[in-house]
């Protein structure tokens, strides 16, 4: 597991990574609502600012929502081999700057609370769906995918708190 991940994994821990992710949209707005939130701070010399890391987040959900619905639906279809598609979170960010954080954490609630519906759904098979992780060149299953994503969710309220602490 690469240092990323590790750390991903170190900060959910025993954590149940579906309260997390449920809980996250409600931290978001949390941040937004906080006088000592600047949007154009850094969380850390040469790291994105509070506008970048919620409009990242509302991506990734996009982003979660399109590998996940795709392995399980590879699986469900007797697709073999299913190969996420890889996409540049940097490029991504390229318009960050313009964007309006409050419609980055209303977009990405929308989103969670339209992929946490979706997760309820899934059966065992759904949730043991197994793609290739371009990216890492790993085989990964949807249940690996969430607990990436609650994990994810953790490091950015981390650096978002370190905004509002700064």
């Not at 170190?10 to 978001?28: C, F, I, N, Y």
């Not at 964007?99 to 977009?107: E, F, G, I, T």
């Not at 990964?140 to 509002?164: C, P, S, Y």
């Amino acid at each position: 597991m690469d240092a990323y991940l590790h750390r991903l994994d170190t900060l959910l821990g025993d954590r149940d990574p579906l309260e997390v992710l449920r809980a996250t949209p409600t931290h978001l707005q949390a941040v937004l609502d906080d006088p000592r939130f600047d949007p154009a701070r850094p969380w850390r010399d040469g790291g994105w600012d509070g506008r970048a890391i919620l409009a990242h987040l509302a991506d990734q959900e996009v982003g979660f929502a399109f590998r996940a619905r795709q392995a399980v639906a590879a699986a469900r279809t007797g697709v073999p081999d299913h190969v996420a598609q890889p996409y540049d979170q940097d490029a991504w960010a390229h318009d960050y700057g313009g964007m309006d954080p409050a419609l980055a954490v209303a977009s990405f609630s929308g989103l969670r609370a339209w992929n946490l519906a979706w997760l309820a759904r899934l059966d065992l098979r759904g949730w043991l769906a197994t793609y290739h992780q371009p990216e890492r060149g790993t085989d990964e299953t949807v249940d690996a995918l969430v607990r990436f994503l609650a994990g994810h969710d953790l490091n950015h309220l981390e650096q978002l708190g370190a905004i509002l602490d700064a």
